[in-house]
């Protein structure tokens, strides 16, 4: 990583640098209000050198009304110069809007939506940077604003607070079998021979 403050100055400078090595990642949707936007394998390939893990959980797979339907969470990992970066995002389709009678699409589509929402999340690069960087426009960041990061142990100290330890009782000085047994009134109670 260079000599910027933030995780996210980092990712915003790469995403310039890669405006101008290879603009084919880079596009723009809408008909109304046309938006310059990066493709999910842009973002990947931003995030490429830091990425620790992806996980995809398949979360819904069946048939909603007349189409079949599926919904993915992708979790995603990175780690910037030792800090780690958690991010999970949610991604959906169905046959119905990718047009693609292959039953397996919409798992696709589903788990591409949600690893590009995903990096985007975790790398704060939201829209409106993306917008700065195809207008040409300088993106600079002092401070990480809205990144994921988690820098915390697994077990964070306060939030789990550890009571002194108890000692254990005495033993105790006859086995309870022979412990004498007592009514209420002092009187002994009869034995009883199982």
Partial sequence: MSDTKSVQAEFARRAVALRKSDPAFFYTYG????KPDLTADGYARIA???IESITFETIFYGILGNTIAAAVKCTIVLNVNGRRIVSEDVGEASTAETRVLDRNAPIRFAATRARKRALVHAMGL???VIVE???GRSVVYGEDYDVPID???DVLEGVYRFSPRIEKPPEAARPVSQTPRHSGDGSKLPELNW
Avoid: A, R
């Fill in 133 to 135: 960087i195809v207008n």
């Fill in 48 to 50: 490429h050198d830091y």
């Fill in 151 to 153: 820098d915390g142990p």
């Fill in 126 to 128: 939201d829209q409106s």
């Fill in 31 to 34: 008909k109304k209000d046309p």
